[in-house]
């Protein structure tokens, strides 16, 4: 029941519903005490709506943004709650008191004060918001940029300033308790001078040297900036928040490119969500000013999705575009017809090329590279199920998508026969479940499907912990553990947790990466994945959900996976392990084999998953496995030959359409050059005082 009500409230806890129940249930008790009156019953009441209020803002609950959508926003509900006190000071007949004046202009001079407070902040946060964000650009040596305000001013800065009113609540409410005016106006006091302080403490930081420079000089200290350091390649990313992960798996290969790469994003929570890389990156949410920076040396832009906004860098001749998407699947947003506005798109293998063939949308053969996917090279090739533990199975399903097609996800149709039919296996497997982060943000029933999956791993984890047949090296395990805690440790140093990080402004002037320190974080990650897995037995089933362990990771500990179509079925094609993908649609084996060309050497599986012993088969018995040359035809079909390696056909594809956009670009050089020398001659050759003809002349044809 309580789990029902705090998905109803959309709330992450039962603390969070108890806290959010306490404060709308404060207020009507207010206002009975108030009625009564009372005053211990409304210090109680009171302190409750505080104290409930501070905690859903510290926890960011959804309920807050709610109550501000329906007119009970943070200043609504103290403004009711002093309005109350007011009356209870009239309900206990002190209408003629000096306390009840006194609380009367307090409350509206500290309302008054709340119009310049507010004001100063936002102009703050405006000015200090750059046209431009950075990261390992060097514009500290070109423009002053000043440092934030101290956190303590700005952030939840309006939930501060209204709370500066409870010292004038306790000093009112006592002094109506004693029958004393004077510990009423102490707090009054303090209430009204703490305010006009907050107030005068912002003030500095709207003016003179405490704000960054205008946007003018800070583009052309970027532009300054790109004329030293005269990118070549660029990365091109816009995007949601949520698809940050689609930037972050290029960012490896755009390190290891060897033109000079530069990432261009255009929003800041993009930014904010990217992961640590020592590629220089800018990120431009305004259009007017991508489209005026300085990009003459760019030669080779990458697109990884299909969006409206790359039309900004789209416009540009001197470069050549390229489409490199953000997965290789046979689901239709990897034709989509938006390609061919790219001078070349680039698939990992031959199947990529076949795609577009038979879509027919528009883009020509000659368009298409194939150059494999340098993002696999972490995944692992099988070696068979190593000896003394049982296999692994992973189940990492996408999610339902924006079509409400059936065929998009197994999780609703088969997810729990997938799951039941592997956690009862015999001989056992051990089941990891990795689910798509989207998973039921479109779907409830797709939601409802995934909690009861993941209580399913975890019942049957409860069951195999206690069972004798399975037994755990807990000295090895605490030792992983202890791993782990040394690593996190060190990575949450190396990360600045818990610090001051500055804003916007400061983060763009710091943000040179350390590169000593990008190098002992990628070495602590692949340590912290290391003891991950032995921090728990091999035998324990596992829910796997945020970043970490990385869907790789789980590729590589696992000895075979069931999935849906997605980008996740072609790149686990790498490992060249057995896999298995549902047809939710049910479609029938051989049109589903027919459309997609990732699963011709899986196990298909209905929404009964009844084919799942196919693939346990497979692992147990890989002498048997009659899928596995076709897999071996199948990943260099889709994913290309494995020599030269992928990232030596990604660096070869780019190198060659540089020198395409140099050859265009000194082509139309020339022409222009020619243009300019055919004028200068007419001008030259022309009669002294003889005019020239202009536009529209018509040597005379029809003048009467």
């Known amino acids: 029941m309580i789990s029902t ?8 806890s039962a603390a969070e519903l108890a806290a959010a129940i306490l404060m709308v249930a404060g207020f009507p008790a207010l206002m009975l005490a108030a009625l009564v009156p009372s005053v211990p019953a409304f210090a109680a009441a009171a302190a409750v709506t505080y104290l409930a209020d501070h905690y859903l803002h510290r926890k960011g609950s959804y309920l807050i943004n709610r109550l501000s959508k329906v007119r009970a926003g943070l200043s609504i509900r103290f403004l ?12 206990l007949s002190l209408a003629d008191n000096l306390i009840y004046y006194g609380a009367i202009a307090c409350f509206i001079a500290f309302y008054g004060l709340q119009a310049p407070h507010g004001a100063l902040v936002q102009l703050i946060r405006n000015r200090r918001r750059m046209p431009v964000a950075t990261r390992n650009v060097d514009l500290a040596s070109r423009i002053r940029i000043p440092d934030a305000p101290p956190r303590k001013l700005l952030h939840r800065s309006a939930e501060k300033m209204l709370h500066l009113d409870l010292f004038a609540v306790v000093g009112i409410l006592l002094a109506s308790q004693v029958k004393s005016a004077l510990v009423g106006f102490i707090g009054i006091g303090i209430t009204a001078a703490l305010a006009t302080l907050y107030v005068l403490a912002l003030v500095p930081y709207v003016r003179g040297r405490k704000i960054p420079p205008n946007a003018e000089k800070v583009l052309a200290a970027v532009d300054d900036w790109l004329a030293e350091y005269k990118p070549e390649t660029v990365l091109y990313f816009s995007g949601s928040k949520d698809s940050a992960y689609q930037v972050n798996m290029w960012l490896d290969t755009m390190e290891k490119l060897e033109s000079k790469p530069l990432i261009i994003l255009r929003e800041r929570a993009i930014l904010n969500n990217m992961a640590p890389t020592t590629v220089p990156v800018i990120c431009v949410p305004g259009g007017v000013h991508l489209m005026n920076l300085d990009l003459s040396t760019v030669r080779v832009a990458l697109y990884a999705a299909n969006v409206g906004k790359n039309i900004h860098l789209l416009r540009v001749p001197t470069i050549k575009h390229v489409f490199i998407g953000h997965g290789d699947s046979d689901k239709l947003a990897s034709v989509n017809p938006y390609s061919k506005v790219y001078d070349e798109v680039w698939t990992a293998g031959r199947a990529g090329r076949d795609r577009y063939a038979i879509a027919d949308v528009g883009v020509r053969d000659d368009d298409i590279v194939e150059v494999g996917r340098p993002q696999l090279a972490p995944i692992q090739t099988w070696q068979g199920v190593p000896e003394g533990r049982i296999p692994t199975v992973l189940y990492a399903p996408t999610w339902e998508g924006w079509d409400g097609n059936p065929g998009n996800t197994s999780v609703v149709l088969a997810g729990e026969n997938i799951v039941k039919q592997l956690v009862q296996a015999d001989p056992p497997v051990r089941v990891l479940y990795k689910p798509h982060p989207f998973t039921g943000n479109v779907s409830k029933e797709a939601g409802a499907a995934h909690r009861r999956i993941t209580a399913l791993v975890q019942q049957a984890a409860a069951e195999r912990a206690i069972n004798t047949r399975f037994i755990a090296d807990t000295a090895a395990q605490a030792q992983a553990k202890a791993e782990l805690e040394r690593i996190e440790a060190r990575l ?3 990360s600045g947790s818990g610090g001051d990080r500055g804003d916007e402004a400061v983060a763009t002037r710091d943000g040179l990466v350390d590169v000593a320190r990008h190098e002992e974080v990628a070495r602590l990650r692949a340590e912290w994945n290391d003891a991950y897995w032995r921090s728990f037995p091999s ?17 590589n500990v696992s000895d075979a996976m069931v999935s849906d179509i997605s980008s996740v079925v072609s790149d686990f094609i790498a490992s060249g392990k057995p896999y298995a993908v549902t047809d939710s649609a049910e479609v029938g084996v051989e049109e589903f084999k027919r459309n997609n060309t990732a699963v011709r050497a899986a196990v298909i599986l209905s929404n009964s998953a009844s084919e799942l012993g196919e693939l346990l088969g497979a692992v147990r018995a890989p002498d048997a496995d009659r899928l596995a040359e076709d897999r071996k035809e199948l990943k260099q079909y889709l994913l290309g030959p494995d020599e030269p390696t992928s990232l030596e056909q990604f660096n070869t594809a780019v190198a060659n359409l540089a020198v395409k956009a140099e050859t265009r670009n000194v082509g139309q050089q020339s022409r222009d050059v020619a243009a300019l020398a055919e004028s200068e001659a007419e001008l030259a050759n022309a009669v002294p005082g003889q005019r020239m003809p202009a536009a529209g002349d018509t040597d005379g044809v029809g003048a009467g």
Do not use: K, M, N, S
């Open 492 to 494: 949450a140093q190396l």
């Open 5 to 12: 009500a705090i998905r109803v409230a959309r709330v992450g």
């Open 80 to 91: 009711i709650r002093q309005l109350l006190l007011v009356l209870l000071l009239a309900r």
């Open 539 to 555: 035998w324990e089933h596992r829910v796997i959900t945020g970043a970490e362990p990385r869907l790789y990771d789980c590729f």
